[in-house]
């Protein structure tokens, strides 16, 4: 009998005390459905992140931090969903539409920011340009040093780091180029009309093996390709190759210097 009554008395309290304009009973069913709710979202989520980060270590997505993020948003969401009508009384639908509105006029706000994770989950999803690709955008030509999920960074020939954003980069042309195209030395020029392109050859091979040392690729030679011809001469284009990592307007500039002078060059 006191066993029951002490029970009755236990679950008379649970009932008509009030917190918060609700009994024990219904706190305490609250903070029980909560921490369920809360246990099944953790657990989800962590092996819901680790299937997915199997999956993206194998796909070699860098940076992947952010899709795991982003499933860890969504599985606190439902788990949010679950717990709002019954613990806070609040419908979800008119929560979701609530957020909704929120969620338009922060993403004006935010809509370059979002333009640039975008571009940035396409260009690493899709491989386009890895870190080490040498690129060309517009008049700018570089290493891609770095991807992250709001710009890319490019590492010229003097060493600057261009800061570009994702979203211009994949609205853009973009030139991925190859390792023979990115080392392209060209320099144009006039050559005297009667002279001999093979002698003109030999003599820009020396002057670039003098004038560049190491820096001078020779295996691949140089190369004359013919632009226009008129009455002051024969417009051409010298190409020639550097080194990985030479500044080719340096080169260039050496290369010129060398060339200035000699019989076969128009001068103005």
Known sequence: MEVAEAQQTLWEFLTNTQVLGMSLVDVLGK?????????????????????????????KVPSASILLNILKVVVWSLALMTVLEPVFGVQPTAFVAALGVGSVALSL????TMSNIIGGLSLMTSKVIEPGDHV???????????????????????????VIP?????????VKLNAFTASRC????????????????????????ERL???????QGVQLV???????????????????????????????????????????
């Not at 909560?34 to 796909?59: D, E, G, H, S």
């Not at 994702?166 to 973009?174: D, E, F, P, V």
């Not at 040392?213 to 020779?218: G, L, R």
């Open 109 to 112: 706000g935010l809509q370059d």
């Open 226 to 268: 013919v632009v226009n011809v008129d009455v002051a001469g024969i417009i051409t284009q010298i190409v020639i190759h550097v080194a990985h990592g030479v500044l080719i307007d340096e080169a260039r500039t050496r290369l010129a210097e060398g060339i200035s002078g000699r019989p076969w060059v128009k001068m103005p």
């Open 213 to 219: 040392d190491e820096w001078y690729d020779a295996d």
């Open 31 to 59: 903070l029980m459905l909560m921490t369920v709710v809360t246990v099944v979202a953790y657990t989800l989520q962590k092996t819901l992140v680790k299937f997915a980060q199997r999956i993206l270590t194998k796909a």
């Open 186 to 209: 060209v320099l144009q020029t006039v050559i005297v009309h009667g002279s001999i392109f093979d002698e003109v050859r030999q003599d820009i091979d020396r002057i670039a093996r």
């Open 136 to 162: 060309k955008f517009g008049d700018f030509t570089g290493v891609v040093t770095d991807i992250n999920w709001r710009s890319t960074c490019v590492s010229d020939a003097y060493g600057q780091v261009n």
């Open 166 to 174: 994702n979203s211009m980069l994949y609205k853009a042309a973009l």
